[in-house]
Structure formats: C-alpha cells, structure tokens
C-alpha cells in the first residue's frame, strides 16, 4: 500500500502552524556529570514544558517503608537551600504563567512544570535547587504525612485503587511491583522519626543523581539557549550510579492460567483477560502489540466486540492496557459484562481464543498491517493538538532505554512489518499464559486484601476450562477487519476565501440557522461540523430526559459496529445530548465528512431500537446512574451544582428514578414527538469551499422536514444575595465535603473580568492555608466556574478528618479575612494581571480547538468572536483599586449570589435554617428567579 505524500501547503508559511512535533531536530546532550537531556524547539504555543524523570520510584522503596520514594516526592516541594519557604517553587511557577507536579510511579518519579517560555532561564535553576538540595526539614515531615494519609484515606473507596492493589498481592512478592506503592501512616510512623528522616535523606542521596536522571524540555525558545541555561542549572548534580533495574518474573508459574474473583463497590460486571509479556512494547519498529490491539480491540461489524454484543454479553471491550516496566508487560482484553456474559464467561473466553486464532492464521496478509502503518502516519503526520507536557514525562522516560537515532525515529517509521516478531508476540497469546479477574458483586470471595479491605479469591483455571480454550470453536460470525473503506489517499487543501474566515450564516430562518467558516490558520485537511437539535419534547421532565438518554445511549451503541471504520480512519463522530435536545458533532478529515454527517443525520431520524436493545440499554444506564451516586463526595457537590444552576439539567438520583420507570412505549412515543418538531442549528469549520458548505447545508435542511420550533435557552439561576443558599446531597462515603460557590451578579465583561481576577488571587493561598497549613483535607481548591457562560467561583475540600460546619467556617473565615484585606495583593497584582492576560491572548492549540471556540461563541450568541479580547482589554485597564472595591462588595455580601453545597459523610449534619435550606428542587428550579438570557 502506497502512503500518500503531504498535503501541498499554500505559500502563506508565515501563518501555518505545525500540528506535531519535530523529533528530528531535537538536541541530544549528555552532561559531564551524566546527566540525559533532550530539547525539542515547538512553535505550537509561546510556553516550555519541562519534565525530569528520576529512576526512584516505589520499586526502589526499601522493605522497611514501602511508600518512602511517595513521601520523598511530597517533601521536595517544602522547600530547597536556595528556597527554603514551603512550596516556594510552586508560587515561582503559578506566576510565570505555568504549574507544576510530580507523580511516583513503579520505576519513576517525575517531576514536570509547564510556564511561559521567557521565564525559563529564572525556573530551571529553581527547579535544580529543588531536585538537588531539597531541605526535608523534619519539622515538615509530620504534615506531609497527614497529607499522604489522607490521600490514601480518599482512595480506600476508589475500586481502581483496590484492583490495583489485590493485583499486587497476586503477583510474585519477590517482584518489587507486589510492594504498596502508597504509604500511609501507620507506615510511617511505625518507624522512630530520626529513622524515618534519615531513610528519606539517604533515598534521595542514592537515586537522584545525574546518571539517575533524565531531562526533556519542549519549548518555543532557541534550544542552544535552552541548553545553556540547563547546563548552568545542572551540571552540579552529583554523578552518582545507575540505579539497580533487574528483577524476577513478575508472575511465578502457580499465578498464571489463574482466576481472581473481585467484589467491587460499585455496581459493576467486568472480566480482564490478562496476558503476561515480556517487554515487547519496547519495539518501537515493529510495534506488534499496537497491531495486536487494533484487531483485537476493533468495534466493527464481524469483530470479537459486534459478536459478542450480538450475543448480549458485554457492551464494551478495550484491549491493549495493562502495566508495564522495562521487561515485562501485561496486555489486558477487559470486557464490560451483561448478567448474561456473566453467565457465559466460559463462551466469552472461547470466542476470544477462537478470534486470536484468526489473528494467528492471518499473520501473513502484509496488507492489513501496512493499512494499520497507513493510519500511523497520518495519525502523525496531521497530530490534533498533541499534550505537550503528557509527551515531556514520556519521553523523559525513554531517554532511558532507547539511542538518540532511535528516539528521533518514533514519529517517522511507518510500516516495518516483520512476520517473525508478530508470531512472536503472538505465541504469548495462550491459555496458560493468562490471569483472569472477574469482578462483580457478589462473587465468592476467601480473602481481604490488606490496606483496602477488597475482598476476593484466587483459584487455578481447571484442565477442562483450559483444554476448552487451546482448543477454540470456530465461529463463522467472527472474521478479522476487511480493507477500509473510509481510508483516503488524496488529502488536498480547500483554497481559503477572505468573505468566510469568520463564521457567516449560509441559511438563517426562524426554524434553521446555519453558520460557515473556512481555516486559514493550521492548513490541515480537517474540519468539525456541528448539528445541535432544540426540542421541547425532550426537556418537558424527568420522563422526557430519561427517554432521550435511553434513545441517544441506544443510537451510539447502534452506529458503533456501523461507523467504526470511519472512526479508526480519522472521520469521528459523537452525538450527546445537552440541556435543550442533543447534538451531532463529527471531526476529522474534511474528505467525506459531510456524507458521513448525513449519513448519521439520516439514522438518527430514522433509528428506534427494539425492544431487547431498549433493555439492555435501560440496564446499562441504570448501572452508570448508580455508579455516579458513589462518586466521591466533591464530584457529587459539583454535578449538584450543575443541576441547581442550570434549569434544565437533572441530578442523578431523581434520573435513576425516572430511567427505571422509563417504559419501551414512553421512549418512543417521546423521541418520536422530538424528531417532529425541532430547531436546527448547525456549524461547519475547516477545510471546506463555500460550495461544498453550501451543497451540506442544502441538504441538511431539506432532509430536516421536523425543522419547525424555536430555539430554547439555557436559563441559568439567580441565587439569592447576601445570604447563601444550603442544600445537603447524601453520599455513602465517609469523608466530609463543602463546595462554597459564589455566582457573579451578572455576565458582564466587568463582573466576567473580576471574578476570573479574584479567583486568581486567591487559588494559591487558599489551599496553602487551608491544604498546607491546616490540613483540612487532600482535596483542597477553587475554581472559576462559569455556568452557560454566567461567571461564578467555587471554593471546595474534601475531609476524612473534619465534619462539614468545621469545613465551611475555615472557608469563610479565609475568604472574609483575605477579602477585607485585600490590599496584602496589591504586590501580586501586575503578575496575575500579567498572567491572565496571557491565558486570555493564547491562540487556539488545533483546528479542533478553534472549532469548539467559535461554536461556544455562537451558542452564548457573541458572534464577534472577541469576548477573551474584551476581557483582556478590561482586564488591562483594571487598577487595584477597582479590585479592592470589587472585593469590599463581595466581603459584604452584597454582590455574588450564594450556594454551600455539602455532604456530611460520617459527621454531623450542619444546622440550618429550615429556610436557608433548599430540599426540594424542582420546586426551587419552578419557584426561583433566572437571569434574563441575551
């Protein structure tokens, strides 16, 4: 198969901006000390992205306190020789426009921060500072492990946490992988506190040395100046020695071909098919584990997932995940389970067997590899805004196990099939090979795991189970991907034309409006059109919503065998309903999207499932509705939120309710009223002529004969000022929680302006006071939260240790002290000025981005397009003393409405007016004001 050339690229070189990273110019340097750095310059954004990947993670734990590389990470940020203030590095980063964090994982600790680029040569020494000389000052020590432990505390409810960690105790103890990565404090503190300070100091003295170490900076500056600034920064990193990195097997022979039957919490059927490797993801020519999951894990019709759906036994399956170290790795098939593919988990197991077996006797069609390498490189080639600091941390790492000339190739190798090493990855692939979990309620389970009090039990597959599988039935349904139809050879560019670089209506009727824009900014072959659907039959109550969520879930689960093709083949599509009706959003490749917009525009006209799909469908949504009411506390208090503020958005529990009553008859008498009656309005951006827009929007309106409503609004609530709304949402979940939300008295640039201002003032200190200081809790901060574009602030923590009254009072006192003393900022002003201004001025990453920028714009009907330009300019010409008054007002409640959202977990309720106490909310949502829409 041939592999298209580039796109040919207009002579305007001075506006294009590339959409992927350049791995072949990068720098390589070694530093004297040993020190690996690899610096990439990217003009995809004005910022550098910075990550140090150290060789210490919780592998290297020593047996006596497992969790002290976690700890050790924790305690780097409390201060360095040249900083010693606590956290002072993350106050130097927040005001160069950027943030900071580290993670530790198995074999790495890394730590990364993103900030504007002309700030680097200030950073990079400070970040040194900190990696090199950090003063784990054991007055700090005894905080960081409260903080610790009340990050392990909020995960004993988490269901991945406690998969993770029965994973653990069922892997070889003599792999440091079995070790608890974690920590908690019963941990630590069984060690005397001089042990505990001296085994912190001689980790980091052992492991985070230069040749321990590996630096990857993405940045828009000059790399010879970026080198010289690292070079100054590092070279005086102790050399020391590479850390120790050969282990055992990670599973021994009695933990394969085993099942592990798991009780989760939440209403969950999952069964994980786990195959143990050696570290074949490490072949970056080959890559034959990518090949294996695209065909194992294809959605389309014939695939393992279109069968087994066929046959009702799961709804969903991901294969390729799985953890991995430098020699081993795990592949998982997980399959989200029916009742019934719980039933049938033996079928389940041997149509996977039975569609390995095609794989393995189809290991010679080139072709379907070289098909796979074609949707690589144009993966590649056209890469949609790339996570520039998630793509640091990676590549940090393989500085590690692969040569320069090797990592400069990652992004080019296109096609390098080799029969040999797919066989190879392939003959793994066995009954005997394979680690079973199957997590449901009510398993039978013989053991509790430590630390998460997980029950579950482990037992060998019986020689009958596995004479089954090595010996799979053939099922004719089952049949590997056929050549892709959707795969384009011919990516040309549509010539931009001056009248329609910003949106203009094609159609705008009292029924239909139709917006088009062309790109002249990233000049990729690509596009976003969206159809949004206004209909008052699926907003009239709970019944209706629940009707509509049934029929959308239904539809996609329909179109997914169709359309998968199209999916892998870079056309996306995604229809989600939002709080007046639903909406078609596809993106991708410009070529053939539009028919394939019509194509879906025509099922979902035309699509009403029968009644089996409408079962399992309602169960599905069931299940999902029950899983969110288990969510922790903060994420209910904030989903709460959503559904106070905006008139049309339901809370989970009362859509359960409405769901479980929703009847085959119901749904679809309702959908079909929608599809009758309804407001279109639609949006094409992108790599399209105005004929070609004109020619879609055509046929869109002459295929939308239901096209006779009026186009609804998203109301937003006006709570009442000066004293705050309370509302308590039940969680089954220990820990306390309070959300505090302050709602701007109206969408004004000004009001927009200030409380994007006031937000920014007061993230820092608010969680070094109240997390740092105080620890009140792990899950401590704010957040500007606008809702339908109406402004707001949330102020929010989540404690296992204090009951939700204590909560709110420190969270009040905090903002009346600051905000009655607000002249303490003045300082800090002109740097977050200075910083907003710079959010407010950065240019969209991606055509996708720009896409979804201008259909927000139209959706809160600013169609100038310049709201962030207005914000800045009043944000510019903003004196401190607007600020002060501003924040006298609000210290006086006599500006922002106010909402404490709580849960009380296992504390006390708050005392509160029955009057200040909302309860009811329909009747509220009936009852209350809403600010006037624009």
């Known amino acids: 198969m041939e592999i298209p050339e580039k796109c040919s690229k207009t002579d305007k070189k001075e506006s294009i901006l590339t959409t992927s990273i350049n791995l072949e110019q990068a720098q390589f340097v070694t530093l004297e000390n040993g020190l690996r750095i690899l610096i990439c310059e990217q003009n995809l954004t004005p910022s550098t992205f910075v990550s140090m990947s150290v060789k210490a993670g919780h592998f290297y734990d020593p047996d006596c306190c497992h969790g002290l590389s976690h700890l050790l990470e924790h305690m780097m ?4 020789r040249h900083l010693p203030k606590p956290n002072s590095i993350n106050d130097m980063v927040e005001k160069a426009g950027g943030n900071i964090n580290a993670w530790t994982g198995t074999e790495f600790a890394n730590y990364h921060f993103s900030c504007h680029s002309e700030q680097l040569d200030k950073l990079l020494p400070a970040f040194s500072d900190m990696l090199r000389l950090p003063l784990l000052d054991k007055a700090t020590l005894n905080k960081e492990i409260n903080a610790i432990d009340a990050e392990f505390q909020f995960k004993r409810k988490d269901d991945l946490r406690r998969l993770y960690q029965i994973h653990k105790e069922t892997a070889n103890p003599a792999h440091p992988f079995s070790k608890f990565s974690v920590g908690n404090a019963s941990i ?10 001296q085994q912190l100091h001689a980790f980091h003295s052992q492991y985070y040395v230069a040749k321990n170490m590996a630096l990857t900076v993405f940045t828009s500056e000059k790399a010879d100046r970026v080198k010289n600034i690292i070079t100054h920064s590092f070279s005086a990193i102790k050399a020391g020695d590479s850390a120790a990195e050969s282990w055992p097997a990670l599973y021994t022979d009695d933990q394969l071909a085993v099942e592990i039957n798991i ?9 994980i098919v786990t195959f143990a490797l050696p570290g074949l993801h490490h072949d970056f020519r080959t890559k034959p584990l990518n090949y294996l999951s695209h065909l194992l894990g294809d959605e389309g019709e014939g695939s393992l997932l279109a069968y087994l759906k066929s046959k009702n036994w799961v709804t969903n399956l991901i294969a390729g995940s799985g953890i991995e170290g430098k020699d081993f790795k ?15 988990k033996q079928h389940l197991l041997e149509a996977l067997f039975s569609y390995i077996r095609l794989i393995q006797n189809s290991v010679d069609e080139k072709w379907r590899y070289q098909e796979k390498a074609h949707l690589g490189a144009l993966a590649h080639e056209f890469e949609d805004n790339p996570k520039l600091q998630a793509m640091a941390c990676e590549y940090a790492q393989h500085l590690f196990y692969y040569k320069e000339e090797d990592i400069r190739q990652f992004k080019i190798i296109i096609d390098n099939f080799d029969k040999t090493k797919i066989a190879e990855a392939l003959s793994y692939f066995t009954p005997n090979n394979i680690r079973i979990k199957l997590i449901a309620q009510g398993l039978p389970t013989d053991t509790t795991c430590q630390h998460y009090d997980a029950r579950y039990q482990l037992r060998p597959l019986s020689p009958s189970v596995l004479e089954a599988l090595c010996h799979p039935p053939t099922i004719n349904a089952l049949t590997l991907p056929p050549p892709n139809p959707y795969l384009g050879m011919d990516y040309h560019l549509a010539l931009p034309e001056t009248d329609y670089l910003s949106p203009k209506t094609l159609i705008d009727s009292p029924h239909m409006k139709f917006w088009f824009a062309q790109d002249d900014v990233f000049h990729n072959p690509k596009g976003d059109i969206y159809v949004s659907f206004d209909t008052q039959a699926l907003t009239d109550d709970l019944h209706a919503v629940a009707a509509k969520r049934i029929w959308l879930s239904a539809l996609n689960d329909f179109l997914q065998a169709k359309y998968y093709r199209a999916e892998i083949a870079g056309l996306h599509y995604r229809i989600y309903g939002h709080q007046a009706g639903f909406t078609l959003h596809t993106r ?6 539009s028919k394939l917009a019509l194509q879906l525009l025509e099922t979902i006209h035309e699509f009403m499932p029968d009644q089996q799909q409408f079962e399992r469908v309602k169960a599905m949504q069931i299940q999902s509705l029950q899983n969110a009411l288990m969510n922790k506390p903060t994420n209910r208090l904030f989903s709460r939120l959503s559904v106070i503020v905006q008139r049309n958005t339901q809370a989970p529990i009362e859509l359960l309710k409405a769901v479980e009553a929703c009847t085959y008859k119901s749904m679809t008498s309702t959908c079909l009223a929608a599809l009758k009656h309804y407001y279109v309005e639609s949006f094409m951006h992108g790599n399209w002529s105005k004929d070609e827009a004109c020619q879609f929007a055509n046929q869109l309106a002459e295929n939308s004969i239901g096209a006779t409503g009026k186009a609804l609004t998203r109301s937003v609530s006006q709570l009442p000022v000066g004293e705050a709304l309370y509302h308590e949402v039940p969680c089954d979940h220990p820990d306390a929680a309070v959300v505090l939300y302050l709602q701007a008295p109206s969408n004004s640039i000004k009001d927009t302006a200030m409380c994007m201002v006031l937000e920014q003032m007061l993230a820092a200190p608010f969680f070094n006071v109240l997390r740092t200081e105080k620890q009140l809790g792990y899950v401590v901060g704010t957040g500007y939260v606008p809702h339908n574009q109406h402004p707001g602030m949330a102020f929010y923590i989540q404690s296992p240790t204090h009951a939700p009254d204590v909560l709110l009072k420190e969270m009040t006192t905090f903002l009346f002290e600051q905000l009655n003393e607000i002249d303490f900022y003045q300082f800090y002003w002109s740097t977050i000025q200075k910083n907003l201004l710079k959010q407010l001025e950065e240019r969209d990453l991606s055509l996708s981005m720009k896409s979804q920028r201008l259909w927000g714009g139209l959706g809160s009907q600013e169609t100038q397009f310049d709201r962030n330009q207005k914000l800045a300019s009043e944000i510019n010409q903003t004196s401190f003393t607007d600020i002060q008054h501003y924040a006298n007002a609000l210290a006086k409640r006599t500006l922002f409405g106010e909402l404490v959202l709580y849960a009380s977990g296992g504390f006390s309720s708050m005392s509160v007016p029955a009057e200040r106490s909302l309860t009811n909310l329909a009747m509220f949502k009936k009852n209350t004001p809403y600010f006037p829409i624009p």
């Open 77 to 80: 940020f409390l201060g360095s």
């Open 588 to 593: 991708g490749f410009s070529n053939n999207q």
């Open 330 to 344: 795990d592949f998982n098939v997980s399959f989200q389970l029916t009742r019934s593919g719980l039933e049938n």
């Open 263 to 271: 009780e989760p919490l939440q209403s969950a059927r999952r069964m």
């Open 188 to 197: 630590f503190r069984a060690l005397p506190e001089n042990e505990l300070h």
